[in-house]
């Protein structure tokens, strides 16, 4: 009888030290895999940052906040399919446009073609198109920095209440696609 309740007492405390063993392990996989997720996204992004850098400039999103007055209604332009566009003045006196991409515009693309895009768009200038200063990732928002242009959007010089002649208009439709 007490070789019985010996062996019982042993089975139990193997069982018992199995399963926390078990449970223990499945903590730290798990663990693992999120700190694996963390560095692999942080690699990704490092190495972006580094491929954009020198092609246009990475903003802090503090800078961007305080540029827009925290992104209000006061200093929106505008509104689009893929966001919003609020105008901004950089502490040193530069005047810009800031895109704040809404929520999911970039899940559809994908957030390595956006920044695919963001690379090419840093390195294309010409006259008539609006000049990507830069973008700022955080968390889960993108926001891209533009030029602003004082005169309106190219849509309301073209087809919008102008005092500009045909000319004007051909001349900047043929500079695009000569460009293109």
């Given at each position: 009888?007490?070789?019985?309740?010996?062996?019982k007492?042993?089975?139990?405390?193997?069982?018992t030290?199995?399963?926390?063993?078990?449970?223990?392990?499945?903590?730290?996989?798990?663990f693992a895999?999120?700190?694996?997720?963390?560095?692999k996204?942080?690699?990704?992004?490092?190495?972006?940052n580094?491929?954009?850098?020198?092609?246009?400039?990475?903003?802090?999103?503090?800078?961007?906040?305080?540029?827009?007055g925290?992104?209000?209604?006061?200093?929106?332009?505008g509104?689009?399919?893929?966001?919003?566009?609020?105008?901004?003045?950089?502490?040193?006196?530069?005047?810009?446009?800031?895109?704040?991409?809404?929520?999911?515009?970039?899940?559809?693309?994908?957030?390595d073609?956006?920044?695919?895009?963001?690379?090419?768009?840093?390195?294309?200038?010409?006259?008539?198109?609006?000049?990507?200063?830069?973008?700022c990732?955080h968390?889960?928002?993108?926001?891209?920095?533009?030029?602003?242009?004082?005169?309106?959007?190219l849509?309301?010089?073209?087809?919008?209440?102008?005092?500009?002649?045909f000319?004007?208009?051909l001349?900047?439709?043929?500079?695009?696609?000569?460009?293109?």
């Amino acid at each position: 009888a007490d070789f019985d309740a010996g062996r019982k007492g042993r089975v139990a405390g193997i069982s018992t030290g199995a399963a926390c063993f078990a449970v223990l392990m499945l903590i730290l996989a798990v663990f693992a895999f999120i700190r694996s997720k963390t560095r692999k996204a942080k690699k990704h992004d490092d190495s972006f940052n580094k491929m954009a850098r020198g092609k246009c400039t990475i903003y802090d999103f503090p800078t961007l906040q305080e540029a827009t007055g925290n992104f209000s209604e006061k200093h929106k332009l505008g509104e689009g399919g893929f966001g919003t566009v609020y105008k901004g003045n950089l502490p040193d006196g530069q005047e810009i446009a800031v895109k704040k991409l809404i929520d999911g515009a970039g899940a559809g693309h994908g957030l390595d073609q956006i920044r695919n895009e963001v690379l090419v768009l840093a390195q294309l200038q010409h006259k008539n198109l609006v000049r990507l200063l830069g973008f700022c990732l955080h968390q889960k928002e993108m926001l891209l920095v533009y030029e602003y242009i004082r005169n309106g959007s190219l849509d309301n010089f073209l087809f919008g209440i102008s005092q500009h002649p045909f000319h004007s208009h051909l001349h900047v439709l043929k500079s695009l696609l000569m460009f293109l």
